[in-house]
């Protein structure tokens, strides 16, 4: 692809935002503008260019044949049908929620841990609320491990583990119930 300014501003620009580096802060370290940082981003993001983000590339266990941390997918399953949910963002990606109390400092920091085993590179945030933390990390394939949501509460409607979601429960017990326990 090519732009106005060199290849190698472009590419140092990317892998500076691929650091965490802000668009302002970056846009000054290079010489352009915010606007441009930022319409670097979304050409490479729709093209689906590579740009060494492994958060937005990460592969699907179930579509794709990617690795599956078991232990921690079955304490994360335990968490999300105890106090979590899916809700749907832009560009059909998903938002895992979970929630937990703001007291178990411990615990939160463990769900966050989950969610990056679970999900490869993945980048947890926490919302607090009065008496709350929400810990949510995005991707696409939440809906593929965990096929239980759906329109309505969990409470209201019928929860049936998939026949692969049960082989790793029943090979992973005690994460599973440690998940449950916990939410």
């Known amino acids: 692809m090519t732009h106005v300014r060199p290849q190698h501003v472009v ?84 938002n895992l929620h979970i929630y937990n109390d703001a007291t178990y400092v411990h ?22 609320i009065p008496g709350c933390v929400i810990t949510t990390v995005s991707w696409k394939h939440w809906t593929c491990l965990f096929p239980q949501h759906g329109p309505g509460r969990k409470h209201e409607r019928v929860i049936a583990l998939e026949p692969w979601q049960e082989e790793i429960v029943e090979r992973h017990p005690g994460p599973f119930l440690r998940g449950l326990f916990h939410s």
């Open 107 to 128: 615990d939160n920091q463990a769900i966050a841990s989950l969610m990056r085993r679970v999900k490869p590179a993945g980048r947890p945030h926490t919302r607090l």
């Open 11 to 94: 590419d140092s620009a990317l892998a500076a935002s691929d650091a965490g580096v802000g668009d302002a802060e970056n846009a000054a370290m290079h010489g352009v503008a915010v606007k441009t940082v930022r319409r670097w981003r979304r050409l490479y993001q729709r093209r689906g260019l590579p740009r060494g983000q492994v958060h937005t590339s990460a592969s699907c266990p179930r579509c794709d044949g990617a690795g599956l941390d078991e232990p921690a997918y079955a304490e994360l399953l335990g968490w999300y049908l105890g106090d979590g949910h899916l809700s749907r963002g832009r560009r059909d990606v998903w």
